[in-house]
Structure formats: structure tokens, C-alpha cells
């Protein structure tokens, strides 16, 4: 288990990375998720896939850090912007914005879907199974996802 | 004929399709310039994510 998660560290990180915006939360998350990982090696069964229950342990080490944050009453404005605009269309004319901003106004949900697949390369099987839910959650997640990304990034050609 | 929708459009671009399924949307892609377009956008947006977070692979990793 410590040989294989020093070989998906790097991964890790830019999961990470692309799911808190930051880098030192980034580092932070990565950091709790390789202690829980190590912590729960014996409850990993060596014939599932290690990617999907690792980049899971990533992602709940960040719910659990965002969850946290908002008990100690701190502003958290990535989450709270990505919870507002996550359903209303983007104005149309809004300024073109860099992908890390848009990553960040995305809800964590789709944010999480778009960073398993479009940038870790999991498949829909896989990145269900790391967010313990159905393919098809994943895949409605992942679809309003790339849209939104779509109209903020300024691709949408219509 | 199979009837295209936008989550065949998805599963194509993201290589979740089975042979039947993406030789149905490349014929559309043949016929419909503008789902060409959206395939093209797809592949796009897929591409600039990935080479947004692609320098964090090579950073070094902090001190453990």
C-alpha cells in the first residue's frame, strides 16, 4: 500500500489541486487522505481498484475540511459562489475566465465529477465507485459540469 | 437507427461508448456539422482541463 500510494501521490495532488482550487489545501487534503488511506489499508481488498478508493478518501478529506470550515463560521466563497450560480445560467457576456476560476464557481459535486473524469481519466464505472454513487449521478453531475464550464471558458459557439 | 442524445455525445468524447454506439455518433458527426462542432468543443474542453492541472504531476512533491 506505501509503495502504491507514493506511485499515485502526483495524481493525487492534481485531484486534489483541481478540487480545492489551492495549493496548500490541496497539500492539506492529500496529506489527511494518505493517513486515512494507511489507517484503513486493511480494509482495501486487493482485486477493487486502488484509484477510485483513494481519489474517494481525497475527496471526503475535502468535504470533511469544507464542513469543518463552515462550523468555525469561516466565509468559505468558492463553495458558497459555486452553490448560487451551480443551477442559473452564466450571463452570457460575463469576462472569460481562467480554468481554475471556473473549476471553483462549479458546485462540488460537478466539480468532483469533472476533475475524476475529464482531468484524472476515470471512467464512469470507476469514478462511481470512488463517490459511492450511481453511474447515473455521475454521469448528470459530470454533463451540467462541462456545460457550465462550457459557458464560463468562453467554448460556447452557438 | 439509434437516436443521438447529448450523454451519447459525452460517452463518445469520453471513450464510454461500445463499437455500435460511437460508429452511430462518428456517422452523425459525418452528416451534422454542428455535432462535429460539439464533439470538437467536448475534446477541447477536455484537453485545456487537463493541461491546467497537468504542471502539478511534475512539481515536486513537499518534503515527507
Known amino acids: 500500500m506505501h509503495q502504491r500510494l507514493c506511485e499515485l501521490l502526483p495524481r493525487m495532488r492534481r485531484f486534489a489541486r483541481s478540487l480545492t482550487g489551492h495549493p496548500q489545501d490541496a497539500d492539506d487534503v492529500v496529506q489527511t487522505a494518505i493517513e486515512r488511506a494507511l489507517a484503513r489499508a486493511s480494509q482495501w481488498r486487493p482485486e477493487q481498484a486502488l484509484e477510485p478508493w483513494l481519489f474517494g478518501i481525497v475527496r471526503n478529506a475535502w468535504l470533511d475540511e469544507v464542513r469543518a470550515r463552515q462550523r468555525r463560521g469561516r466565509v468559505f466563497a468558492p463553495e458558497e459562489e459555486g452553490e448560487a450560480v451551480g443551477h442559473a445560467g452564466v450571463d452570457a457576456h460575463a469576462v472569460v475566465l481562467s480554468v481554475e476560476a471556473a473549476m471553483a464557481r462549479l458546485p462540488e459535486e460537478q466539480r468532483t465529477a469533472v476533475a475524476l473524469v475529464l482531468v484524472e481519466g476515470l471512467s464512469y464505472k470507476e469514478a462511481a465507485a470512488a463517490l459511492e454513487v450511481p453511474i447515473g449521478t455521475v454521469t448528470s453531475r459530470l454533463a451540467r459540469g462541462r456545460e457550465a464550464l462550457q459557458r464560463m471558458l468562453g467554448d460556447n459557439r452557438e | ?64
Open chain 2, 1 to 64: 437507427m439509434k437516436k443521438l442524445s447529448e450523454p451519447m455525445l459525452h460517452a463518445y468524447v469520453d471513450g464510454e461508448l461500445d463499437a455500435a454506439g460511437a460508429a452511430v455518433v462518428e456517422q452523425a458527426m459525418r452528416e451534422d456539422p454542428g455535432i462535429a462542432a460539439k464533439i470538437a468543443a467536448e475534446r477541447a474542453l477536455r484537453e485545456r482541463l487537463r493541461q491546467a492541472f497537468a504542471p502539478v504531476l511534475d512539481e515536486p512533491v513537499p518534503g515527507r
